[in-house]
T-cell receptor, first 117, second 112 residues
Framework: EAGVAQSPRYKIIEKRQSVAFWCNPISGHATLYWYQQILGQGPKLLIQFQNNGVVDDSQLPKDRFSAERLKGVDSTLKIQPAKLEDSAVYLC???????????????FGPGTRLTVT | AQRVTQPEKLLSVFKGAPVELKCNYSYSGSPELFWYVQYSRQRLQLLLRHISRESIKGFTADLNKGETSFHLKKPFAQEEDSAMYYCALSGSRGSTLGRLYFGRGTQLTVWP
């Protein structure tokens, strides 16, 4: 089966500019996650979708970050305006459903490396 | 609050030597524990989960609730085991259900 797709793979922008990332999860996966991974740290969850609804966005800096999953399939994550500290790898992951204890496995995309100068 | 601690940022061993990657956690409940691995230029992928009680690529991990640990072990390391290893925790209820909390990772290098 095809894996989680993300684009672009790399992006360099100046601070105060805007940027958007796209993710297409594995077909049939109801749950989609966006993570931020800063250099030297583990991934940190930004937002979790169940179909097209938000389950958890408690760690999303809502003053500058937004995300949507309008049709319950692919998703976009936007940063506007970007700050230097937003430089990181943004990972998208998907899973079948979180409520099934045997199906917690999350499948990750290749990530988008963002550099803010 | 949920927390995963991997005390070693870097770990180096020689081929054939035993290896143990440490992971400690804090969670007020019964968590699910995982080890994820990222090989060079590859995606982050699941290595094993405690609920499966299986050995993957010779690696095992035992959940010790008393010590709140989930250390990853392999008796004889191979060069192809060189990778970044992340310990992760998933909550078992409410908003933590299915959400992964990652440690900072341990870079394992196995020398020939």
């Amino acid at each position: 089966e095809a894996g989680v797709a993300q684009s672009p793979r790399y992006k360099i922008i100046e601070k105060r500019q805007s940027v958007a990332f796209w993710c297409n999860p594995i077909s049939g996966h109801a749950t989609l996650y966006w993570y931020q991974q800063i250099l030297g740290q583990g991934p940190k969850l930004l937002i979790q979708f169940q179909n097209n609804g938000v389950v958890d966005d408690s760690q999303l800096p809502k003053d500058r970050f937004s995300a949507e999953r309008l049709k319950g399939v692919d998703s976009t994550l936007k940063i506007q305006p970007a700050k230097l500290e937003d430089s990181a790898v943004y990972l998208c992951a998907s899973s079948l459903k979180p409520s099934d204890r045997d199906r917690y496995e999350q499948y990750f995309g290749p990530g988008t490396r963002l550099t803010v100068t | 609050a949920q927390r995963v601690t991997q005390p070693e940022k870097l770990l180096s061993v020689f081929k054939g030597a035993p290896v143990e990657l440490k992971c400690n956690y804090s969670y007020s409940g019964s968590p699910e524990l995982f080890w994820y691995v990222q090989y060079s230029r590859q995606r982050l992928q699941l290595l094993l989960r405690h609920i499966s009680r299986e050995s993957i690529k010779g690696f095992t991990a035992d959940l010790n609730k008393g010590e709140t640990s989930f250390h990853l072990k392999k008796p004889f390391a191979q060069e192809e085991d060189s990778a970044m290893y992340y310990c992760a925790l998933s909550g078992s209820r409410g908003s933590t259900l299915g959400r992964l909390y990652f440690g900072r990772g341990t870079q394992l290098t196995v020398w020939p």
